[in-house]
């Protein structure tokens, strides 16, 4: 680590959305060469403060130094001409294009007027060997796994000189094993001498990975850590700005003998003739009372898996097997009656599947209510009992702000998934079907909606927990299925297995 | 308050830019505001021609609105309402003899059925074959075109008459026309299109089926998620704008003409997509909208006599500037920094 000049410093940053205070007076150091971990709930300014260093936004007041000098962006392209890169949490590719000119798009080295991709295709390789990230230039990126995919946008920042990388949640679309490989990069990249932010929620990767750590909450800086002098209590309360439970102590399960799900043969045949079967022959049951996980590595088959259950008449779901919902066969049920018999749903992508971004928080409370009796009458909605019933949710559930009329899409991940969840359990679930629950939501929200999902169990409701976060399966499930290549491979009862044995297994071994 | 003003700027803005042509052509730009003006509102007649042409509007523009609500872009207002105003005018000149309650009831019926089922069938084919509704509902325009002429010029041929239009409806089926319009043609069609606008609200805010009609258009992957068939909404929601657009034949065949006229419609159809734009898929906003374009096509038909340099086809030069700008999202957000500083 060197000292003198800080690599970036931001100070006294503020900046107003409207009557939202974003950013209240930042101050912010980065040393040249160190990983800095930048973390904070979501909404709570830490990507306002990246976005006004890499010159999105412009601040209201206070300045920005880089390497000791003070800048001043008109756009982000002043900010790349000064070294700084960003690689966005959604991926800013062309999807047709190859890899290599995705890395040029914008920079093309001309010659004739032609783009002179030999010369440019010398420099990346270079670049790619130095800093061990190969990449396969002329497949078109949509082709490519995500975590290559990722590599090409920082590829695409070294190409363009950056010597200041900032990473915006860089971890969360990619597996274990690709989390692991970023890090290892990150680590060559900052040993090569580059400086790197990272912006992240997850307590886990500031503790293994940074040297240092900013803390935002509520647009502010609460607080500038040594990572090795911290812990991840510390840190948490730091972003809450109360104390948080984080490893929640769960009671043990009371199973009742009837069944909230069963599954019997679920096969759904690959989309080739030939290929392997995207479910082959699963057979599982969740009890009323209990929380089965099923644990792997993302891709094993687990969305199949929750859309065969949910739309079992759909025959692209499902190509055989029998699936039961409270002892009832629902092979031949629309998604809408197998929602009526009790199930809640929180689905693994809420943007996709769980919300109407547009449309106001009390018409995505009444998403898929709208035909129940409390309110809907003859077709007409009970305009009055929704606002009162969504109001009250939104009360119970500390879906923040509580305006009903703000659009979903304006919520920070946090409060969305507290709505869908609010939603949810107006059904007063029998089965309670929670796939990535807490995917993209920040630590209060994480252990708000654990609390709930035990709250379900111990009413009554089976739940059916699919997740990609080994702590969260570890945490809450009574029984861990753990799936891979499409088959359940193993079984575990709470507290029987390792956090390295069920790696393993999620592993395929 | 925003969302209204934008509309209405958008529409002032596209009315200068409008009369800054005339000027450059060589027409005071006053001028043509006076023979604008006294052409849309000057008289009782004049006022009756405006809301004439403003009811199609009307129709059409809901018929695209609650397409669009559903994700769906309603090409084909022009088909079903062609073929609306022909199903109008075959039941008038087969069951010429029926008395007057039964009879418009049933020709409104007729006219309502053929839109539903030409809004039906490209519904269907995108809903259950995928295949998208913009080419459908543009080849079924051709198609309905084809279909009227034939039916007007072969199966139900006006025999008196050298116009390529159908026999005449009974004079049970003909609805009450306003009197005090000194003669335009406004008939109950009206107050049926101000009904239908009323329909059009409580349905897509007050009802399940509205809401997710509304909610299949904003995200199909939520909507089947939450248990709603996509599919099936989207067939509902074509088949509900052919039949709206359909309704256009009530005011035509049973409130002015008489009968199927082959070319009846000025494009009432695809204005209505203009309208729908400058409504904001409201209907309120529809029904406003559509009575700025009716006076915009009434008054412009004075121009032809009435000034030397431009002619009525500049109310179409009109229509398209104040699209032009009310989808100018670039300039209203441009406009609204300006105002933030």
Known sequence: MTDGTPAVELRELTRKFGNVLANDGVNLRVQAGTIHGVIGENGAGKSTAMKMLYGIFRPDSGEIFVHGKKCVWTSPATAIAA????????FMLAAPYSALDNILLGAEPRRWGLIDRKKARARLEI????????????????????????????LKLLYRDATILILDEPTAVLTPQETNALFVNLKRLRDEGKTILLITHKLREVMCFTDRVTVFRTGRVTGELITSQTNP?????????????????????????????EVAGLTLAGSAAGSRHKLSDLNFAVKRGEIVGIAGVEGNGQSELLQAILHPHDSRCRTSG????????????????????????IPEDRHREGLLLDQSVSDNFLLGLQRSPAFNRAGFLNVKNVAAAAARAVEEYDVRPKDLTTPAGKLSGGNQQKLVVAREFQRQPGVLIAAQPTRGVDVGAIEFIHQRIVRARDAGAGVLLVSSELDEILALSDRILVMYEGRITAEFRRGLVSERELGLKMGGS | MRKLLQPILAVVLGLALGLAVTWMAGESPWHVLQILGRGAFGSRYDFGMTLFYSTPLIFTGLSVAIAFHAGLFNIGAEGQLTLGALGAAVVGAVWPGLPWPLAPVLATFAAILAGTVWGLIPGW????????????????????AGLASYAALYLFKNPDS?????????TGYLIHQFAIFGGAPVSMALPLAILSAALVWILLWRMALGFEIRAVGQSEPAARAAGIDPGRIRIIALAAAGGLAGMVGVGEVLGSAGKFRVGFSPDYGFLGIAVALLGRNQP???????????????GAADLDLESEHVTRELSLVFQALIILSVSADGLWSWMKKRGAK
């Open chain 1, 83 to 90: 070294g700084i890169g960003m690689v966005h949490q959604h």
């Open chain 1, 127 to 154: 670049l790619a060997r130095q800093y061990g990230l190969p990449v396969d230039w002329d497949r078109p990126v949509e082709e490519l796994p995500v975590g290559v995919q990722q590599r090409i946008e920082i």
């Open chain 1, 233 to 261: 209590q510390e840190l948490a309360s730091l972003m809450v700005g109360r104390k948080v439970v984080l490893n929640l102590e769960v009671p043990p399960a009371q199973p009742r003998t009837e069944l909230a799900l």
């Open chain 1, 322 to 345: 029998i699936v039961r919902f409270l002892g009832e066969d629902v092979t031949g049920f629309t998604a809408l009656n197998i929602r009526n018999l009790g199930v809640a749903v």
């Open chain 2, 125 to 144: 084919l995108r809903a259950r074959r995928g295949s998208h509704e913009v080419i459908n509902t543009i080849m079924l325009n051709f198609v309905a």
């Open chain 2, 162 to 170: 050298q116009n390529p239009e159908t026999r005449p409806i009974g």
């Open chain 2, 284 to 298: 309120l906003g529809i029904v406003a909208a559509a009575l700025l374009f009716g006076a915009l096509h009434k």
